[in-house]
């Protein structure tokens, strides 16, 4: 299958097919990481990230994964650059995104929560990138998706339920906490469990719906598949005889205000609730479920440490398959 080329942001916008040549070759480069067959398949080459947001898995994962390829990550943060915004004078995206195409091969952008006047604003910038950039551009967190964790999540299910998930039951579960936290990784989650096959589960309490694109996706994803779809406000019905648990908090459709994310109305609306915890009490009313989150995991208000730190915890080997996956996804795109 030839990627070279197509730019990553968000998977439903790959095909089926692509994503399963993702996920075996990044099984291929688990099994065989320093294998002569991946170490200079992008040697001389550079991979430039821009960071608008923090974050310490993906630009780890992505600085060790063009190591590994024999090339080289460089990292870039809001401040590094002029920008033009609506109420200052500087640098368009136009410019940018075409003098960083001259020098690397790939780019990576990451633009979420805080960072944006209105969600879909990181989107669509991430989207003007990928207009100007004749290089493949890859989202590195975004405010509607984050590819590269939907793929490593995949990964770490499959590793530890086996490849075929068709029929297995995913609880995607709204969480307390005071994080705010943005759509884009469980949009993705949700993407990605419903183009596998999976019985998709979105609790959350009234009020924290989500994108509604994203839920007829995943819902025309599900019937495709011949698999259930379902949204509940119960915070402990969707645990029975799920195979996957998934909990993480996130902002409700209103979290943007004035052209601002209203972070701190955001934290007390989401601590107003509780009882929205995975413990291990709700672990035991699965059919043996594994437990999964991107991390950084909000221990004791998402997810209680004897879950995240159990046995049928796979949050360390999503966490390392993000090198994985996006070691395959460059090596597909860049070289
Ligand atoms: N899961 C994830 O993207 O982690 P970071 O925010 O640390 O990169």
Redesign the pocket.
Known sequence: MDLKGRDLICTQEWSKEALDEVLRLAKAMKADRFGERWTSLLMHKTFLMFFYNP?????LSFEAAMTELGGHAQYLTESAGRFKTATKAGETVEDAAQVMARYAAGIGIRILEDKVPYYGAGDEMIREYAKWADVPVISM?HDKY?PC?GLADMMGWQEWLGEDLKGKNFLLTWASGALARSWS?VQEALLVASRYGMNVTIARPEGYDLDPKVIEWTRSNCELNGASFREIDDSEAGYEGAHVVYSRNWVTPEAYKDGAFNKQGEIEKAMAYTGWTTTAARMAMTDNAIFTH???VDRGTEVADEVASGPRSCIYDVAENRLHVQKAIMALTLA
């Open positions: 974050s310490v898995r993906t630009r967190a984050h964790q990784s991107p991390m950084p």
